[in-house]
């Protein structure tokens, strides 16, 4: 069979199983993990900034890579995030329906503390949401809850932590509820290049399940981002990112594919901390999926600005 002939075929067997296409579009599972860790990657900026400031004060950069409580007493968080952006490619596939602006809002609270004068430990609990102007694109809400335990390794610059979390991605109604939940393993390294920049690594693999079992996968992943520090509360910076995931069988009865996707990105972005607890971030950044289920191909430019605040207690 030519590739176009299997193509029709594919097509027709997508638009006889509807099934098929509301897994591979909506709800985005994984946009949904990574909203409900976005605005912890947002206030561990602040942390890090602080750190910074205090680092400076005494003539070196805080490389470290992990999560450290900045006081004994402040083990509790509470926080808010909210952004607008644009994205080229919303709905994420081959079939691209056009652009959209979009705005964005979290809240989160947790507990973050030293376990043992040894390990980081801590939960959190986030609910998040997106909303796009244009019909087309996936807005929707979502509940997460996230574990993490880490611990330095000797006096290297590595850092490894266990992460697991669950939750809930809706639609825009907070209907239609689909259960998530997965672990990660990562080792991470931050390394001070100079006196004003840092290189930040990290390998990590992990699980992903849910209620709709299809999409059920092993996932690996390497980034890198290097930041540079301006002024003790403005940072520039720019990283990459490449992943692998495999599919259990993501249809395969129907699809006769084996689905295996990489996904390639990078991005540039900005810092502003404000104060100790409330910042400011814009983040540019290109992204590309190419997968042996062809519908999944997708490549997309998104742009976002993002205010977001923490109190510790």
Same mark, same amino acid.
């Given at each position: ?102 705005? *964005?809002? /979290?809240?989160? #609270?947790? +507990?973050?503390?030293? $376990? ?6 801590? %939960? =959190? ?89 299809? *999409?059920? /996968?092993?996932? #690996?992943? +390497?980034?890198?981002? $290097? ?6 509360? %403005? =940072? ?78």
């Amino acid at each position: 069979m030519t590739r176009f002939g299997f193509s029709v075929a594919l097509i027709g067997a997508l638009a006889s199983s509807p099934t098929i296409a509301w897994a591979q579009v909506l709800p985005d599972i994984q946009d949904a993990i990574n909203r409900g860790s976005g605005i912890d990657t947002a206030l561990e900026e602040q942390r890090r900034t602080t750190l910074q400031r205090s680092a400076e004060d005494e003539g070196a950069i805080d490389g470290e890579a992990g999560v450290y409580v900045l006081t004994l007493n402040e083990i509790f968080y509470v926080g808010a995030s909210a952004g607008a952006g644009w994205s080229e490619n919303p709905v994420r596939t081959v079939d691209d329906l056009g652009d959209s602006v979009y705005g *964005n809002a /979290a809240l989160s #609270a947790g +507990v973050q503390t030293r $376990l043992g004068e040894r390990f980081d430990g801590g %939960i =959190s609990a986030t609910v998040s949401g997106i909303e796009f102007d244009e019909p087309f694109a996936p807005s929707s809400r979502s509940v997460t809850a996230a574990t993490n335990i880490g611990m330095p390794i000797g006096d290297t610059p590595l850092y490894v932590s266990v992460n697991a979390f669950g939750g809930f991605n809706y639609d825009q109604d907070f209907e239609n509820g689909t259960g998530f939940y997965g672990a990660s393993l990562a080792l991470s390294a931050g390394i001070p290049v100079g006196q004003s920049t840092v290189l930040r690594g990290s390998v990590n693999a992990g699980r992903q399940e849910g209620e709709i079992e299809e *999409n059920n /996968a092993w996932n #690996a992943n +390497v980034s890198f981002d $290097l930041t540079h520090y301006v002024s003790p509360s %403005i =940072s520039i910076g720019a990283g990459a990112a490449v992943s692998r995931v495999w599919f259990d069988d993501f249809y395969e009865d129907v699809t006769f594919v084996t689905r295996r996707d990489w996904q390639y990105g990078g991005n540039i972005n900005a810092s502003w901390q404000a104060t100790d607890w409330l910042s400011v971030s814009t983040n540019a950044g290109y992204q590309r999926r190419d997968s042996a289920f062809f519908l999944s191909d997708y490549d997309g430019f998104d742009a976002s600005i993002t205010v977001a605040a923490r109190k510790r207690f």
